[in-house]
């Protein structure tokens, strides 16, 4: 049974940082591309950034570039995202979520229940 | 605003048949067919439903269809059921730069 299990959320300060790890297991993890979709309470959702099946591809929303950087250990079967400056509008429920190739163009066939990431002063 | 356009809302009376639209642009719907429509019930993850424009994941009972034509994708959901009540997103790829693009949700109301 595939799992993906999220962590690392909770509350921050503006300006601070935040490390969310995705623990995956159920399938060979180094087979398929992974990535980060947001969904803010009550809204709709917005992809973040993927990582193909060995780091070769990587890329970012426009609206996390530059502060965001995804990462993966294959050998530990994680995902990782590291939020630099984060911003009010960051304050969401960040899901992770398998991709059906090992590419970043398949669509996502398996999503984590979410971490909270709660961005205030 | 989403990339993708969806109805806020729809709704349908059980038995029946409702359709979802998504509008595009040729950029991403118009131009590629990796449309993906997923369901979501409230505080749950979002689930699969219809990708590729129309292939159905093992599971997903066959009143779930779904269809392209130019910057549009829809999803038809025929023979309404109580448990089809909930959220529903397009979601399409919009190259390498952009990557992936998902409407604003419609909330589907059995009635």
């Known amino acids: 049974e595939v799992q993906l299990v999220e962590s690392g959320g909770g509350l921050v300060q503006p300006g601070r940082s935040l490390r969310l790890s995705c623990a995956a297991s159920g399938f060979n993890f180094d087979d398929y591309g992974m990535n980060w979709v947001r969904q803010v309470p009550g809204k709709g959702l917005e992809w973040v950034s993927g990582?193909?099946?060995?780091?070769?591809?990587?890329k970012y929303a426009d609206s996390v570039k530059g502060r965001f950087t995804i990462s993966r250990d294959n050998a530990k079967s994680s995902l990782y995202l590291q939020m630099n400056s984060l911003r009010a509008d960051d304050t969401a429920l960040y899901y992770c979520a398998k991709g059906f190739s090992a590419a970043l163009r398949d669509h996502f066939d398996y999503w984590g229940q979410g971490t909270l990431v709660t961005v205030s002063s | 605003q989403s990339a993708l356009t969806q109805p806020r809302s729809v709704s349908g009376s059980p038995g029946q048949s409702v359709t979802i639209s998504c509008t595009g642009t040729r950029s991403n719907i118009g131009l590629y067919n990796y449309v993906s429509w997923y369901q979501q019930y409230p505080g749950k993850a979002p689930k699969v439903m219809i990708y590729d424009v129309s292939k159905r994941p093992s599971g997903v009972p066959d009143r779930f269809s779904g269809s392209k034509s130019g910057n549009t994708a829809s999803l038809t959901i025929s023979g309404l059921q109580a448990e089809d009540e909930a959220n529903y997103y397009c979601?399409?790829?919009?190259?390498?730069?952009?990557?992936?693009?998902f409407g604003g949700g419609t909330k589907l109301t059995v009635l």
């Open positions: 990582i193909d099946w060995n780091s070769g591809s990587i």
């Open positions: 979601c399409s790829y919009a190259g390498s730069s952009t990557n992936w693009l």
